[in-house]
């Protein structure tokens, strides 16, 4: 029998992906090649530590599915990954820290739901009871999380200016999902051998991955607000408009939020409530900053005069 929520997933995220696809190519040749390799990138993943790791397997009840990885996950984590970049762009934030802006964005999402999802039945891991780890979730998922993010961001950003110069390196977007698997798996190393030399028990290292994030968001926090800022822009670049990758992550939010309501672990486990909730606050206090980054870019160039304008762009509401 088929899952109505899980089809109604698949169906909802396929949706978007698909309309971010050809939103994307309209744009041009590189963004919808970003686009394609996050979400090739997005099913590596899965079916790599699948077979790699074999720490978690997903439930049957998904109805599309690629040997062991479902194709909405795929699809999904590209449209995380895109929207992310998306809005550290349109904030503005110091080049060289903009990778570990979008991991964050990420994280930020995956701290509000993954906790819900396994108590949803949507995947399950091997070997971590309800109480360990972050409510059933080890920790190293979250540490592999940033690593995800910041290696494709990084990637891609590299490429991106590199095929500013060189046209013909576009395509060199659809191998970028391997170096960035490399980089997840190369960061992994760390972690299990403190974990292994700490004796942590399954799931464990909560704290290393809570030292990794703070390293993450102070350097994130510096390109978001210290000097050296871009300006608020990667309108032309953009993989997905901001409307997209906002709603995308509202929708999320919203989707989990009410199914912890609706499962009664508001009650039974507060911290996952507040959890979510303090984190879709984030997001909306991030979308008022983005707001608030274009509205002062576009008033600059309004004042900028004739001979100095910029050069026209791809305009995005």
Do not use: C, K
Request: proline share 6%.
């Amino acid at each position: 029998m088929v899952n109505p929520v899980f089809l109604f997933l698949e169906i909802a995220a396929t949706a978007l992906f698909v309309g971010a696809a050809a939103a994307a190519l309209r744009r041009g040749r590189l963004p919808f090649l970003e686009l394609i390799s996050a979400a090739a990138f997005g099913l590596l993943l899965e079916e790599g530590d699948q077979l790699i790791y074999q720490t978690y397997h997903y439930s049957p009840d998904w109805v599309l599915v690629l040997d062991r990885a479902p194709l909405v996950i795929g699809l999904t984590w590209a449209l995380l990954i895109a929207g992310a970049m998306r809005i550290t762009d349109a904030l503005g934030v110091r080049r060289w820290t903009a990778p570990f802006v979008d991991a964050v964005l990420v994280i930020m999402l995956d701290l509000a739901f993954d906790a819900v999802a396994i108590r949803m039945g949507m995947w399950t891991w091997v070997g971590i009871s309800p109480d360990q780890g972050w409510f059933g979730v080890p920790a190293g998922n979250f540490y592999a999380w940033l690593f995800v993010t910041v290696g494709f961001s990084f990637l891609s950003r590299w490429l991106r200016d590199g095929a500013a110069r060189w046209p013909r390196l576009e395509w060199l977007q659809l191998g970028v999902p391997i170096p960035a698997f490399a980089i997840l798996i190369t960061s992994i190393v760390p972690f299990a051998m403190v974990l292994e030399r700490t004796g942590a028990e399954p799931g464990g290292g909560l704290w290393l991955f809570g030292l990794t994030l703070a390293v993450f968001a102070a350097i994130g926090l510096v390109g978001v607000f210290g000097t050296g800022r871009q300006p608020s822009d990667g309108r032309a670049n953009a993989i997905v408009d901001l409307r997209l990758a906002s709603f995308t992550r509202f929708s999320m939010h919203g989707f989990f939020l009410i199914s912890l309501l609706l499962m009664g672990l508001a009650t039974q486990l507060p911290v996952l409530l507040l959890t979510s909730l303090v984190l879709f606050a984030a997001d909306g206090w991030l979308a008022r900053l983005v707001g608030q980054r274009r509205a002062g870019t576009v008033g600059a160039s309004a004042r900028t005069p004739p001979l100095a304008a910029a050069p026209a762009r791809i305009r995005e509401p």
